[in-house]
């Protein structure tokens, strides 16, 4: 059966991710929605399965002109408390008004059912739009990957650094990491998305492992053993997190776990 399906923050790279995946199966065509269709490579803008509307994410107007004639919604914006919340809210408003039946919402890493409200605040808006949707006619997925792979790794993570090729850890080393890559992640998305009968939690996994079993692997893969740097315990690290988020709020690098 032909399905339409909207995704909204077109040009980021999990978006990226999602559509190309979407567009393996057959039968099913594509909505974008974005601030700047240009930067988008002539591959995207030429395909017959790809419709771009272009908007800010408070675009009352182009919000519901992306979500018309959409068999459900993907979210994939990423950004700050304003557009991850507000934005989030606007885009479920637009497709209550054009019935669209279910709408998947953004920000796929981290268990946010297990995070109380405060203890992580980048994720309070996801909490918030976890339960915006069951006072209106649409039904919530929230999709629930662990970390991305990529991002464990990444520079921000601050786990990894290749230079000194050193893992750094808080806690024992034996914490279980969950993590997804990006297009394993969007692989699950996608099947989500086409099947109707899916809403809810759903929750996804690409592997679990502890630091120090990450360690034993990437020992026998690359033939040496990345040094092992423990930073303090668990609690040195809540500790720490909470002074700097008193002493510099907006300053999300200064206090994130990392």
Known sequence: MAQTIGVAGFTGKFAHCVVKSLLQKPGVSVRGFCRDPSKLPPSVTASSRIHIVKGEFNDKDALQSFVAGTDVVICCYLGNAELMSEGQKLLIDACVAKNVPRYIAGDFSVDITNIPYGALPPKDPCKDIMKYPESSDIQGIHILIGVFMETF?????????????KLSYWGTGYEIWESTTYGTAADYTAAVAMDRTAIGIQQFLGDRKSLFEIAEIFAKVYDYKPVLHNLGSLEDLHQRMHQNLQINPADVMAWIPK
């Not at 790794?153 to 090729?165: G, H």
């Open 153 to 165: 790794w990444s520079d921000f993570m601050q786990i990894w650094d290749p230079k000194q090729k």
